[in-house]
């Protein structure tokens, strides 16, 4: 089935920025809905953002206008810009498919991927 590779993180200073790319594996992936989600060391699992294959995408309160989820399916990368980077960034980030015809996503599958780690600090 579908596989996840997560990269693009790093160490950055508050008010840098990153880039992280989502890379799917199958000639599927671009009919998935992909999300990206975060996890604070010791803190739950939060979704972040999700664009859909027909295009309708989310981005939660909490970081919307600073980060934008798009996706390039030549390349069968779903990115994740992350603008002015604040400490409260600090986290593993990771990405998820669903295969669900476009409907809102339950995120019942487990097509995790190992994590990027962004820490952002001084």
């Known amino acids: 089935q579908v596989q996840l590779v997560e990269s693009g993180g790093g160490l950055v200073q508050p008010g840098g920025s990153l880039r992280l790319s989502c890379v799917g594996s199958g000639s599927l992936f671009r009919l998935y809905t992909v999300g990206w989600f975060r996890q604070p060391a010791g803190k739950q699992r939060e979704l972040l953002a999700y664009i859909t294959a027909g295009g309708n995408i989310m981005h939660t309160d909490s970081v919307k206008g600073r980060f934008t989820i798009s996706r390039d399916n030549a390349k069968n990368t779903v990115y994740l810009q992350m603008n002015t980077l604040k400490p409260e960034d600090t986290a593993v980030y990771y990405c998820?498919?669903?295969?669900?015809?476009?409907?809102?996503?339950?995120?019942?599958?487990?097509?995790w991927g190992r994590g990027t780690q962004v820490t952002v600090s001084s």
């Open positions: 998820n498919a669903e295969l669900n015809g476009d409907h809102v996503p339950t995120w019942a599958d487990d097509y």
